[in-house]
Structure formats: C-alpha cells, structure tokens
C-alpha cells in the first residue's frame, strides 16, 4: 500500500464528514471488517451513508502529505492515545531531534504542529540541526562537478569509525562542514593511531606479563604522582566530555577526547612509564601502572562508544570481557580524584620541556646528546621541586638549577611597541622609552604599571630577550628555560651512545625480536671504540645486550652521529 488517506468523506450534495477513529468508521460504514486496513488502495472502496440526503459517501482522493506521518511519529509508534499511554508519557517529549538544516519547514515543523494540536506542548527538548555537507573548498558537492564523496568507498578506505569521529572534529554539526579527506588522515593520526597503539602496548606487556587486573589493584592514594595525574586528567576530560554530551557538542566531546589521548595518555604517561611496564618483577609501581592504564582504557572505550561504536567495543569487549560496552553505564566524574593543582603542576613541566626541545632544535643539538644543565627561576622550581627529576630525563639534561636572577644568563630589555603607542604619548614618546627602561618586567605584565596617568597594557611595550654566551634561552609568556650549550667531550661521547642504542633497538624491531629477547651486538670502527669503552655497560642494559665484542664486519655501515660503524646483532639463545 501507499500514502495515508485523508480521512474524509464527501456526499455529491455537498457536505463532507470526517472520520476520528476506527470504531466510528466501522459504525457509519457499509460492512467494514474489523480488520480494515487504513491506507490505500484498501480504504477506498468503503462508503458511509450521508446524514443529509442518505445517500452513500465517497473519500475523497487525496492522501496526507508524508510530513503529517513522520510528524506524528511520537503518537502513531504507540498508537496513542488509544493503548500504550504510560509507555508514550514516560517518553514524551523527546529529549532531542536531529535532522538537516533543509528540513527545518518539514519534520520540525510538522511535529511541532502535531504535538501542539495534541498534547498543547512541543515534542522535543533539544533540536540539534545538522548543516549542510560541502567539498574541502566550501562548494555544494555535485556528481555533475565531480567534487562528490561516494561515502561507501571513503568508509571502506578509512572506516566508518574514522568517518564518524571526523565529522563532528571539523566543525559543530550546526555549522556547513567542508569535507577533506585529509582530515581523516589527521583524525587517524592524531586519536585513533595514538589510541590503539596504547591499547596495543598495554595488551602486549599484559599478555607477555600473564597479568591478572584484578590484582594489580592499588588504592590511588598508593599510587605514583604521574598515576593521579593521569586520573585527574581523564576525571577532568569526563567532566568536559560530559558537559559536552548534554549541550549536544559533539565537537567540544571529540576535540577535548582527541587531545587527552594523545597529548596526556600516549604521548606524555606512557611515554614516561615505559620503564614500568618493562620492570621484572611486579611491584606495587607496576601494578599502579597497569591498573591506572586499565582504567583509563576501559572509561575512554565508555565515552567515544556513542561516536565510535566499533573500536570502542573492541577495545572494551577485550580489556573486560562483559558483553557489550553499549550496554554499560556511561561513567561519572569523580571529582575528588581531580587534582588541579597537580595538573597546573605538570602542565609547568609539559611547557618547560617544550620550551627546552625548541631550544635544542634552534642551537642543532640533538636531545640524545646530553648538557650539562638547564636554568630555571627559582620561584618556578620551588613550585615543581618533586618532578625536577622528569624534566632532566625528557630534556636529557644533568642537572636543573634553580636560580633568582635570570639575567645573569641573559639579557632583557623593554621597548615600546610603536604602533601602538605613538599616538598615544606623542612627544614623551623617549620619556616613555626611558621609563620602561626601569620598570620591572613582572609587574609589567601584571598591567599595574602607569606612565603618567596611562595605565601600560601589555600590548604597549614589547620584550627582547638575548642569551649571553653558551647559553640559549627559551620563553613562553613569562616562563624562562635556559640551556648550557656548551659541550664537553664527556657529553658529546654520551651522546654517541644513545644515539648507537637508538640504532640497535631499530634493528631488534627489523628483526622481530621480542622485548624480552636478549642479544649480542658485534661492531667495527676505530672511531667509535671510545664510546663503547666508556659506555658498554649503559648500552647492554638499554638493548638487554649480553656482550658487546669488536669483530671484522663486512655488512653495511651505519652512521651514528656522522662515525661510521659496521653492526651486526643476533639472538643470544642460550
């Protein structure tokens, strides 16, 4: 059958009669079935007596438009009012609707009208519009034009899940989305790669550790501060993610998701706990680590399950066994594992190890290649004492000194920013020149300084900043690093030797070792035997070499460091 008829009746006498319900259709008609079935072509053979003349009515040939039936979708799913209405009121109204910005005089309105008619109030809480899908320049996509997507092929190439999670990245949905297929690459890159390269690892270690999660339990009191951190994070992000959910944006929820994996969980704690998970015995460390990944694995597979059905129940099915992550409770925050001082914290460091890295990357010093030591205010290192130790580890540096005078390492000198300020001071312009020349920076940048009776913002003046000599400085608004860039020969031996094991751990990958397999490394150079003299050792714990043994090599060289040296490594199967 097709269409809904329009339930009316005309008599060639004139008058019409509108039919309210089965019942009274069967009443007024000739020999209705109980059965009768309401739609066309098997309601137009019934005829009801007319009350004027007595003659037979016929319906009249129309149907209902098709928005009138998807606009009482919320009444016609239960047959309500007639049956189901404590099913129907515990539904209605809906919490949200979601339809094209093209339908907005179709089904939104429609059910608005319907519901008014009805029930006197609107049928939907929230009205979420989807904008219109455009080519990466912003134009409407026509096959005519060949800037189509054929979705079919996209998903197959990239997964739906890719598709799903990329959309609501670009753009809110209420906004015109220009598609990129390079922005599915970004997307993979940026959450999923970095999302299932962490559960691979986690899984790998675990497998290869015979872990049991249930008894790596340790109460989060007990566990390590980059532990908590992490916790924080992930209960800060839920707190975030849940807002988001409950606003209907879904790109503050992905966006927010996407940086958490891989800035905080992949690139930051796993990164720095690698040797955790690596450690021979299971120790109350070990267990925090695991069981603080394991949470945080199986929250996150909860919160992207509404975009990213599939990974999220691979991941979840996986790391818990239960049946399905779409049948699980959404989390809840717990606020009293949010710990914002500890987040601002390493927040610190994250910055100051960024501002380092720029640091090495503007002096060409490579970070396998240690210094000797990094200056900080003292008033910042007072602040982050306890994790001192970390930002010598990423920066590769031996020692960070605290210090209260910056200027003994560089220079500093305040000038107006012309632009800005010609007009304003004129003629005292050199007045103004000499007086900032006096004040100090700091209160500069709080914007309590005034020249006269000016108050000095901070797009009045700007910083320059030099590194005096065999040092190089990096800023960040009002945050210093300084490195000592000078090398010794001890330091640039050292790093000869990270970068000789950076070479070797490549090679285990080539060769498919496991993690756990042990190896001897055999090499030849005249030029390098002074940095395996002095490093061996420290090169067969990071490699879990047995022995290291100078050979006559006629294999392909490698360069390390600009020294060529023939490598060859083998399983040690003893």
């Given at each position: ?298 929250g996150l597979s909860k919160i992207i ?75 910042v290192y007072n602040k982050i004492t ?136 055999y090499y030849s150079s005249n030029d ?47």
């Open positions: 059958y097709w269409g809904t008829p329009l339930p009316v009746w005309e008599c060639e006498c004139g008058p019409y009669h509108v039919i309210g319900s089965r019942e009274e259709l069967k009443e007024l008609g000739d020999n209705v079935p109980d059965n009768v079935e309401l739609h066309k072509p098997y309601l137009d053979p019934i005829k009801i007596k007319c009350p004027k003349c007595g003659k037979m009515m016929t319906r009249v040939p129309e149907v209902i438009d098709c928005w009138f039936d998807s606009g009482s979708m919320p009444f016609a799913q239960y047959h309500y009012p007639f049956e189901n209405v404590e099913l129907f009121e515990s539904q209605f109204p809906a919490d949200f609707i979601c339809e094209g910005i093209d339908q907005t005089r179709g089904w939104f309105y429609s059910l608005l009208v319907i519901s008014t008619f009805i029930k006197g109030v609107s049928p939907y809480k929230n009205v979420l519009v989807n904008e219109l899908l455009l080519d990466k320049n912003g134009h409407k996509m026509h096959k005519s034009k060949g800037n189509a997507i054929e979705p079919f092929s996209i998903m197959k190439e990239y997964g739906a899940d890719t598709v799903r999670w990329y959309l609501p990245y670009v753009s809110p949905v209420w906004t015109p989305l220009k598609f990129d297929e390079e922005g599915l690459k970004e997307v993979y890159s940026k959450f999923f790669n970095p999302l299932k390269n962490t559960y691979n690892f986690f899984s790998m270690y675990a497998t290869t550790d015979n872990i049991d999660i249930d008894e790596c339990y340790v109460k989060v009191e007990k566990r390590e501060e980059i532990d908590k951190w992490l916790l924080s994070r992930y209960n800060s992000l839920l707190k975030v993610v849940t807002d988001g959910y409950e606003e209907y944006d879904l790109n503050k929820v992905v966006r927010n998701i996407t940086n958490f994996v891989s800035e905080d969980l992949s690139n930051w704690y796993i990164r720095r706990n690698r040797n955790r998970f690596w450690d021979s015995e299971l120790n109350n460390s070990k267990k925090s680590v695991y069981i603080t990944t394991y949470e945080v694995l199986v399950a509404p975009v990213v059905p599939y990974i999220s129940e691979e991941i979840y099915t996986k790391l818990t066994h239960e049946y399905s992550v779409h049948t699980a409770d959404f989390p809840k925050y717990d606020e009293s594992l949010i710990d914002l001082q500890l987040e601002e914290k390493m927040s610190l460091v994250k910055n100051l190890i960024s501002m380092g890295r720029c640091v090495r990357e503007d002096a060409k010093i490579k970070v396998r290649t240690p210094l000797s030591e990094a200056i900080i205010d003292s008033k306890d994790l001192i130790p970390l930002i010598e580890e990423e920066l590769n540096v031996k020692n960070i000194l605290s210090e209260e005078d910056l200027t003994k390492y560089m220079n500093l000198s305040v000038k107006p920013n012309y632009k800005v300020v010609g007009k304003i001071f004129g003629a005292k312009l050199k007045d103004y020149e000499v007086f900032l020349s006096t004040v100090d920076i700091n209160e500069l940048n709080k914007e309590v300084v005034k020249f006269e009776d000016t108050l000095i913002t901070k797009d009045m003046f700007e910083v320059k900043i030099s590194s005096k000599e065999g040092f190089n400085v990096g800023v960040l608004d009002n945050l210093f690093i300084i490195l000592n860039t000078n090398l010794t020969e001890d330091l640039i031996l050292e790093g000869h030797a990270r970068e000789f094991i950076s070479k070797i751990q490549n090679m285990r990958k080539t060769n498919n070792y496991e993690v756990s397999d042990r190896i001897n490394i390098f035997k002074n940095v395996i003299d002095k490093f061996s050792e420290y090169i067969k714990n990071e490699t879990l070499a047995l022995d290291i043994k100078e050979l006559d090599l006629d294999n392909e060289e490698i360069s390390v460091n600009g020294i060529k040296v023939a490598v060859k490594i083998e399983k040690n199967e003893n």
